[in-house]
Nanobody, 126 residues
Framework: QARLVESGGGSVQAGGSLRLSCAAT????????MGWFRQAPGKQREGVAV????????YYADSVTGRFTIGPDNAKNSAYLQMNRLKSEDTGTYYC???????????????????WGQGTQVNVSS
């Protein structure tokens, strides 16, 4: 079992930056993957960025490559998502999630993840 808590969402103008954080507690292992996902109104949840808990990035969505960075945060079993040059299409609810790499066939698919945070809202105005 794992519990995840996101923080850092908010409202920003296009071109601005936000940093999200996710802290995980419970049964967490270095070979677990922690991913950031987002869901815009009326759209399916999509993968944004994924990394190993122990370090090492495995995935960035094409739409965020070069603008977003995922990495381990200061606290143990935590990760940040640094979002730069934000666009209006980045608006949505952002979730972090954890899953077991050995059980996944597609690390960017939300269906592969077992434990989820409650989400944090990001609003980007143009």
């Amino acid at each position: 079992q794992a519990r995840l808590v996101e923080s850092g969402g908010g409202s920003v103008q296009a071109g601005g930056s936000l940093r999200l954080s996710c802290a995980a507690t419970g049964s967490i292992y270095n070979n677990n993957l922690m991913g950031w996902f987002r869901q815009a109104p009326g759209k399916q949840r999509e993968g944004v960025a994924v990394m190993f808990i122990g370090g090492g990035v495995t995935y960035y969505a094409d739409s965020v490559t070069g603008r977003f960075t995922i990495g381990p945060d200061n606290a143990k079993n935590s990760a940040y998502l640094q979002m730069n040059r934000l666009k209006s299409e980045d608006t949505g609810t952002y979730y972090c999630a954890i899953g077991r790499r050995e059980e996944m066939s597609q690390v960017s698919s939300p269906l592969e993840y077992n434990f989820w945070g409650q989400g944090t809202q990001v609003n980007v105005s143009s």
